[in-house]
């Protein structure tokens, strides 16, 4: 009996193993989550999803500013250019840049209020977004997902 990942992906084969099943099941479930809200993204703020995470995160420092690094440690999907995200950001003054005060050879970059603007504009729209998304599944078993997804975060391979 073929699952719907394989029917998804279009494969006849078998997979290798459960776990590269899943994996792949999660990612098409990531992909298909995520395509509605970047588009909502690119139409309502003229934003890409890495841009609306490094916004987020310097509302949630906000009045502090964070240095670039800290910031790339926390997004949730790593960009590997977090110069030319900020950059992108700054040109549309919703962020700016300052020398670090203990460090001054650390640049820090903080949102700017047309930034936190920008944000609480699309808030209405964050808050609705996952029970849209995920509703469906009802609260029991979006507490089980939650549960497993923090049982894999908390115990995750290594590779190679």
Do not use: C
């Not at 890409?48 to 420092?61: A, D, M, P």
């Not at 995200?85 to 005060?101: I, N, P, Q, S, Y």
């Amino acid at each position: 009996m073929v699952g719907l990942v394989a029917r998804e992906l279009k494969q006849k084969r078998p997979f290798t193993s459960p776990e590269h099943e899943v994996l792949l099941g999660l990612q098409i479930v990531a992909a298909r989550i995520m395509e509605p809200w970047e588009q909502f993204l690119k139409n309502h703020g003229d934003l890409t999803l890495h841009q609306y995470n490094v916004l987020r995160i310097l509302r949630g420092s906000h009045p502090a500013g964070l240095p670039s690094g800290e910031i790339a440690t926390r997004m949730i999907a790593r960009d590997p250019d977090i110069t030319r995200l900020v950059d992108r950001l700054e040109k549309r003054d919703l962020v700016t840049r300052f020398r670090g005060r203990q460090d001054r050879r650390v640049v820090e970059v903080m949102i700017t209020e047309k930034g936190l603007k920008l944000l609480r504009s699309l808030d209405q729209h964050v808050d609705r977004f996952p029970r849209h998304m995920l509703g469906h599944l009802g609260a029991k078993k979006v507490e089980q997902l939650r549960g497993l997804l923090e049982q894999a975060l908390t115990n995750l391979g290594t590779f190679p």
